[in-house]
């Protein structure tokens, strides 16, 4: 069974730092890879997914985020952090066909000091 | 397109009533998925349907839950009898391929 960790339950960042979450994998061969973000009261909008090919993949809001297939990892990176970047980010994991369900990490909150 | 909408957006119900929400997923989409979201256990999949029939319910919680789709526009999640630790945020989900759009989900809170 395919499972997501994201180590970091809660991380705070100075506005303007650059921001990296992680989150690793396990299942035997690529999933497909997705990062999602929810703002308090909010449902979940998509970030950014990886499906194949290039391993370092664009978001929205200037997110990006790198599959590294052998470290099971998919995190994600901003290079400068904004105030209302502050957020739930939630790593997710499908396998790679049609029909199937997005399987959670448990999360990591992102607090935007001053 | 309105997106996935879910019904109620809260729903406050009392120990042993009974709890229904609805999900309308987005037109076109033939598969369908309820999560429940805690702080404890973040975001878990209950259940899910392809083209209405249902695919894995591993993670209903126990009998008390059950879920239909008698359309292709329409699924309901039942909590009956509801408790306390029942309370969480609930998503619907919807999709054609492999990219899942959530509704805004139902903040469901059992006293």
């Known amino acids: 069974a395919q499972s997501v960790t994201q180590p970091d339950i809660h991380i705070t960042v100075s506005e303007g730092a650059s921001l990296e979450l992680r989150c690793n994998y396990s299942y035997g061969a690529t999933p497909y890879l997705f990062w999602y973000v929810q703002s308090p009261g909010q449902g979940l909008q998509l970030l950014l997914k990886y499906f194949s090919g290039d391993t370092l993949v664009q978001g929205i809001k200037g997110f990006e985020a790198e599959f590294k297939r052998s470290q099971s990892s998919f995190n994600l990176r901003k290079p400068s952090v904004h105030w209302s970047d502050a957020a739930e980010y939630c790593c997710?994991?499908?396998?790679?066909?049609?029909?199937?369900?997005?399987?959670f990490g448990k999360g990591t909150t992102l607090s935007v000091s001053s | 397109d309105a997106g996935v909408i879910q019904s109620p957006r809260h729903e406050v119900t009392e120990m042993g009533q009974e709890v229904t929400l609805r999900c309308k997923p987005i037109?076109?989409?033939?598969?369908l998925f309820w999560y429940r979201q805690t702080m404890m256990r973040g975001l878990e999949l209950l259940i899910y349907f392809n083209n209405n029939v249902p695919i894995d319910d591993s993670g209903m919680p126990e009998d008390r839950f059950s879920a239909k789709m008698p359309n292709a526009s329409f699924s309901t999640l039942k909590i009956q009898p509801s408790e306390p630790r029942d309370s969480a945020v609930y998503f619907c989900a919807s999709s054609s391929g492999g990219e899942d759009t959530f509704g805004s989900g139902t903040r469901l809170t059992v006293v």
């Open positions: 037109s076109g989409h033939n598969s």
């Open positions: 997710a994991v499908k396998v790679p066909q049609a029909g199937t369900a997005l399987i």
